[in-house]
Every structure is written in C-alpha cells, then in structure tokens.
C-alpha cells in the first residue's frame, strides 16, 4: 500500500499563489504516475495534473499556463504550484498515485 499525505493548501486571493506538497510512504517503489485531482461541493472530482517516474507531464485544460506539476523521487514527493489562481480553482484538492491511492485532501480557497 502507497500513504499519501497533502499539505499546503490555504485562502490566497484571486491572483495569487499557492504550492501544494504530496509525501508518499509505503510501497513507493510501485508508483508511476502521481496526480493532482480537485473537487469543489456538488461537482465530480476532476484531474488536475499528472507526472510520471520519467517526467512526463498533464495538465487539464484549465490549468494550462498557470500550474505546474513537478516530483522529486528520491524524496517521494509530488507538488503543485498554482500561480494566478482564480475563484473557480477553489476545490479540496487530492494527491493520488497510479490513480489507486489517495491523500485526505487540502482545501484551497480563491476568495477576496
């Protein structure tokens, strides 16, 4: 089993910054791809990015430009900057590896 562990999240006002972290422990050796999922109150949880062992990277089409994903295997972290936020990023967002494990949550709030 992958445990997986988010921090970061917080209120920012709308064009501001934010970096999301995700330590993995467990069975780290079997993971290959890593992600970033959101959900905001009555809408499904949607991808938000992803990288794999060997760096490649996705992102969702409205986060193209303004986040960046990134991971560092020898820490078995993940992260997640999140530059010129906007209101409609507002979500719980969830790490997850090889889409089987996921994290609790960090609740990232856009608001004036």
């Known amino acids: 089993q992958v445990q997986l562990v988010e921090s970061g999240g917080g209120l920012v006002q709308p064009g501001g910054s934010l970096r999301l972290s995700c330590v993995a422990s467990?069975?780290?050796?079997?993971?290959?791809?890593m992600g970033w999922f959101r959900q905001s109150p009555g809408s499904h949880r949607e991808l938000v990015a992803t990288?794999?062992?060997?760096?490649?990277?996705y992102y969702a089409d409205s986060v193209k430009g303004r986040f960046t994903i990134s991971r560092d295997n020898a820490k078995n972290t993940v992260s997640l900057q999140m530059n010129r936020l906007k209101p409609e990023d507002t979500a719980v967002y969830y790490c997850?590896?090889?889409?089987?494990?996921w994290g609790r949550g960090t609740q990232v709030t856009v608001s004036s």
């Open positions: 997850s590896s090889n889409y089987d494990y």
């Open positions: 467990g069975k780290v050796d079997s993971i290959y791809v």
């Open positions: 990288i794999t062992n060997s760096s490649s990277t």
